[in-house]
């Protein structure tokens, strides 16, 4: 049985199509990267993979089961997602940040289990300073990579991310994928959307080009990273991306 199905998938907004007949089969523990323009529709496809949107044709299956059927716990467990800007509604410690991520654990009180994996976690990356800190007032790096280490506290099997690096400098980049390469050794199944080639060619296996909410190509990093597939894509010469 295939792991992640994406069949047939359609979303429009106020006659706007934004999406339109995507398929894609993701393997379990693969590393998949979504490329495309501004506005060709990537993180559209990332939120209907998470059920935050439901697209109005197609279905999507994870092992067999229809996501959009799932529980929000059940979801939880499957799922984690990093968005390209990480904001708290409500003042709260990074500890009680990352003790979210065991929500999908917990049966009406926090366990003594709990809170050591958190805290094994936060010792383990190094953030262990940051522990009682606002979350609110960490710098934007600081957001990202403890939303990233939350991915292992949930224990999800798949991790999304859409844009995690943008607006971080050279020490967060660094540091965040070094962090992705780690989680990529777990065998947990990443779907991820990056603005640059390199991030792309250094924790993914496979990319999937989107034009205009279709897709224009998908396959193996150095096979569709090409010169041709790039110019196709963005409609104008990209020699000097490629170097």
Known sequence: MDYLVVNKIFFSYNKKDFIKNINLVINKGE????????????????KIILSILKPQKGEIFLEGKNVFKFK??????????????????????TFDFLILGR??????????????????????MGVMHLKDQNFQFLSEGEKQLITLIRTFIQESEIIVLDEPLTHLDLKYK???????????????TIISVFHDLESIKYISDRVVLLK????????EVN?????????????ENISQILG
């Open 103 to 124: 929500v999908p654990y917990i049966n009406g009180f926090i366990r003594k289990e709990d809170r050591e994996i958190v805290l094994n976690w936060m010792e383990k």
């Open 212 to 219: 205009n909410g279709e897709i224009l190509k998908d396959g």
């Open 31 to 46: 590393s998949i990267s979504i490329f495309g323009p501004n506005g060709s529709g990537k993180t559209t496809l990332l």
């Open 223 to 235: 096979d569709i990273l090409t010169k041709d597939n790039l110019t196709q894509l963005f409609e």
């Open 174 to 188: 660094s540091k965040i994928l070094e962090l992705l390469k780690e989680i990529k050794k777990m065998d947990k």
């Open 72 to 93: 929000e716990r059940e979801r939880a467990k499957k799922f984690s997602y990093v968005p390209q800007k990480v904001s708290s509604f409500f003042p709260m410690s």
